[in-house]
């Protein structure tokens, strides 16, 4: 019943732009945070963004700021990752998260775990 759903994950050119949604069901955007992971080849999974249950706060990796916007859409109970800019150090397969805390390095003590979207960046 609970769900995270991940699309929009493609092959794009370096610079240019993908948005990823996370379709939630079975709960409401208003119970958890809602955190992007992405896992790169050969790496450990790493905190992308985050965005707390009352949408007053977001946090990006030093590595993604300027770059990547977190949003939601409550209507529809799914998160967006917008990035721009995209580098080829941001292929990876992307995940989204229900998370009981937020803080200032991230989602914390995950609940929900998507089954991921494929993002690479390549020429």
């Known amino acids: 019943q609970v769900q995270l759903v991940e699309s929009g994950g493609d092959l794009v050119q370096p610079g240019g732009s993908l948005r990823l949604s996370c379709a939630a069901s079975?709960?409401?955007?208003?119970?958890?945070?809602i955190g992007w992971f992405r896992q790169a080849p050969g790496k450990e999974r790493e905190g992308v963004s985050c965005?707390?249950?009352?949408?007053?706060?977001?946090y990006y990796a030093d590595s993604v700021k300027g770059r990547f916007t977190i949003s939601e859409d409550n209507a529809k109970n799914t998160v967006y990752l917008q990035m721009d800019s995209l580098k080829p150090e941001d292929t990876a397969i992307y995940y989204c998260?229900?998370?009981?805390?937020?803080?200032?390095?991230?989602?914390?003590?995950?609940?929900?775990w998507g089954q991921g979207t494929q993002v690479t960046v390549s020429s």
């Open positions: 079975g709960f409401t955007l208003q119970d958890y945070a």
């Open positions: 965005i707390s249950s009352i949408d007053a706060y977001r």
């Open positions: 998260a229900a998370a009981y805390i937020f803080s200032s390095y991230g989602c914390q003590n995950v609940h929900y």
